[in-house]
């Protein structure tokens, strides 16, 4: 059964740009609809969710920074319409697993860094997107100094 319906996650970094043509390519084999997605992780949780003070002008300004960079970073994608690119609020694997169950995406595609000792113990957004995944998980392999 070909694929219907990708969904391409992505930390915006120009590192991630293999994992979009990866499954643009893959997309365009299946004939599917290939959506993105940036999870902005919100400050609180980085600093331990418990902050005692007003972060939300902060976050504001992160949510803006973040559409700027994802317009700037999906530029070179016209197969992307905006209705196809995702900004969502929160931890990673909880939001890209709502994502793929609300939208019906059958592939998520993400990069990994083919971590291994200390850094693979502290684990990784591919492999913590793999666990419990309602989906096949693709993870394009990065170089190391891509
Ligand atoms: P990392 O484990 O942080 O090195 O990230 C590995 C891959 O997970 C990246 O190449 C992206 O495909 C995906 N990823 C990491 N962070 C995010 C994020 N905030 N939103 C969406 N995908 C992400």
Same mark, same amino acid.
Not at 12 to 15: A, G, K, S
Not at 76 to 80: D, H, I, M, R, W
């Given at each position: 059964m070909p694929y219907q319906h990708i969904l391409i996650a992505v930390d /915006?970094?120009?590192?991630c740009h293999p994992v979009v043509q990866r499954a643009l390519a893959v997309a365009a084999s299946s004939g599917a609809r290939a959506s993105l997605v940036h999870i902005i992780e919100p400050m609180a949780m980085a600093f331990g969710?418990?902050? $005692?003070?007003? /972060?939300s002008l902060l976050q504001q300004q992160q949510f803006d920074q973040a559409r700027e960079r994802l317009e700037s970073f999906t530029a070179?994608? $016209?197969? /992307?319409s905006s209705d196809q690119r995702h900004l969502v609020y929160g931890q990673p694997r909880q939001e890209i697993h709502r994502l793929v169950s609300e939208q019906g995406c059958d592939l998520i595609v993400v990069g990994s860094h083919g971590r291994h000792g200390l850094a693979l113990l502290l684990g990784s957004t591919a492999n913590d997107v793999l666990h419990g995944a309602p989906c096949d998980v693709l993870a394009v392999r990065l170089k190391k100094h891509a």
């Open positions: /915006l970094t120009d590192e969710g418990d902050v $005692p003070m007003d /972060l070179q994608y $016209p197969q /992307l």
